[in-house]
């Protein structure tokens, strides 16, 4: 059973603070790892992807990525109330492509 | 614009009732997806389908049902052997569910809720 683990938090940050947001996942084989932020009632929406190991950047926004320690993180800098949403972690592996998701981390971003 | 359209928005289901769930999308996207997501849950995979005419059972199939007759449009039955079926319904779809980073485009949602 290919499983992807996220604390459910509430991670809670003060305005301005990084927040860093973690997932670990079972299957060794899996290529791509995406993190999707879903505000509530709403549909996720990706905002980052990663399949390298090392750091990807795009704006505030950093993805880590530790193949050997099964490891994804997602810093966020200069955290904003905006930021303030469940964040998924998702884990594909090159046999089917679709994605397995984490329960989410429920990020709360405080002025 | 082009994107995937989920109706209704909220759906409420009697005991022994089929309700199904529409999915529509104008993106010329070979696959489509449902998920399941139940509070403080992740997104857990009911059905997909990657062609016309064909689809495979994702991890929680059981009590659901799908067809896709149109390369557009991928509905959704609840059955009335889903005994707990209050979630949040998404669907989405992808270019070609072949591609190594491909990423998923969702729908706004059904919320659930039996009566």
């Keep these: ?111 | 614009d082009g994107g995937i359209t989920q109706s209704p928005k909220y759906l409420f289901r009697k005991e022994g009732q089929n309700v199904t769930l529409s999915c529509e999308q104008n993106l010329n996207h070979d696959a489509m997806y449902w998920y399941r997501q139940d509070p403080g849950q992740g997104l857990r995979l009911i059905y997909y389908s990657q062609i016309v005419n064909d689809f495979q059972k994702g991890d929680i199939a059981e009590g659901y049902s799908v067809s896709r007759e149109k390369k557009e449009s991928f509905p959704l039955t609840v059955t009335s052997a889903q005994k707990n079926p209050t979630a949040f319904y998404l669907c989405a779809s992808s270019p070609t569910r072949r591609n190594v980073g491909e990423k998923l485009f969702f729908g706004s949602g059904t919320q659930l809720s039996v009566l």
């Design chain 1, 1 to 111: 059973q290919k499983e992807v683990e996220q604390n459910s938090g509430p991670l809670s940050v003060p305005e301005g603070a990084i927040a860093s947001l973690n997932c670990t996942y079972s299957d060794r084989g899996s290529q791509s790892f995406f993190w999707y932020r879903q505000y509530s009632g709403k549909s996720p929406e990706l905002i980052m992807f990663i399949y390298s190991n090392g750091d990807k950047e795009d704006g505030r926004f950093t993805a880590q990525l530790n193949k050997a320690s099964q490891y994804v993180s997602l810093l966020i800098r200069d955290s904003q109330p905006s930021d303030s949403a469940t964040y998924l972690c998702a884990a594909s592996s090159g046999g089917s492509y679709i994605p397995t998701f984490g329960r989410g981390t429920s990020l709360i971003v405080h002025p």
